[in-house]
């Protein structure tokens, strides 16, 4: 039986890899892949589809304009770091 957070880490490589699956390079998500990923399972978060250019922009470090799974990582980290700060300010009031 897995934990919460092993349940957590498999939904990411499953979710990841769902989408990167889709055509191309099957380890890595094109700009429409990764749109698609942001615009379906991050809506709280990335509710304005213009942001999906400087996003991939930001996280393509190599400059291939794909993203691969670590590169996508960068972002649920930067996510997470940022409502983590939300919530321990909301928690503080």
């Known amino acids: 039986m897995s934990t919460p957070l092993e349940d957590a880490m498999d939904t990411l490589i499953r ?3 769902h989408y990167s699956g889709k055509g191309g390079d ?3 998500l094109s700009k429409g892949e990764l749109k698609e990923l942001l615009i379906s ?6 509710s304005d ?3 999906v250019d400087k996003i991939m922009k930001d ?4 400059k291939d304009n794909e ?18 700060g939300f919530f321990e300010e909301h928690l503080k009031k």
């Open 41 to 46: 399972k991050l809506t709280d978060f990335l």
């Open 49 to 51: 589809p213009f942001l």
């Open 59 to 62: 996280l393509d470090s190599n």
């Open 26 to 28: 099957r380890y890595k």
């Open 67 to 84: 993203v691969d799974f670590n590169e996508f990582i960068i972002l649920v980290a930067a996510l997470i770091v940022t409502c983590s």
């Open 15 to 17: 979710f990841f890899h």
